[in-house]
């Protein structure tokens, strides 16, 4: 089985940063792609950034130059950087992965809280 655990949420103010993290555990032979996404109050889960094991990223629509989304693959652990944060960039963050074990499956973590304080 694999686990993800996430760690860094918490609250912040408007204008600062803040750095999460999430590290998969677990029989795992490799992990094609990571990401994170967020479901701020009241709203649908929306994809956040997304990066590879080769290391190409994707972000979500004006997230691209606050937020860098970056991957460790010795650690199996992928981080996210948010800078320059807002108030609506409070949310539910979740951190999921593909992972190839004896096949492909897609796993969550338990998502961490990020409070932005205006």
């Known amino acids: 089985q694999v686990q993800l655990v996430e760690s860094g949420g918490g609250l912040v103010q408007a204008g600062g940063s803040l750095r999460l993290s999430c590290a998969a555990s677990?029989?795992?032979?490799?992990?094609?792609?990571m990401a994170w996404y967020r479901q701020p109050p009241g709203k649908q889960r929306e994809l956040v950034a997304r990066?590879?094991?080769?290391?190409?990223?994707w972000y979500g629509d004006s997230l691209k130059g606050r937020f860098t989304i970056s991957r460790d693959n010795a650690k199996n652990t992928v981080y996210l950087q948010m800078n320059s944060v807002k108030p609506e960039d409070t949310a539910v963050y979740y951190c999921?992965?593909?992972?190839?074990?004896?096949?492909?499956?897609?796993?969550w973590g338990q998502g961490t809280q990020v409070t932005v304080s205006a």
């Open positions: 999921n992965a593909q992972v190839r074990t004896a096949g492909l499956n897609e796993y």
């Open positions: 677990g029989i795992i032979f490799s992990i094609p792609q």
């Open positions: 990066i590879t094991s080769g290391g190409s990223t």
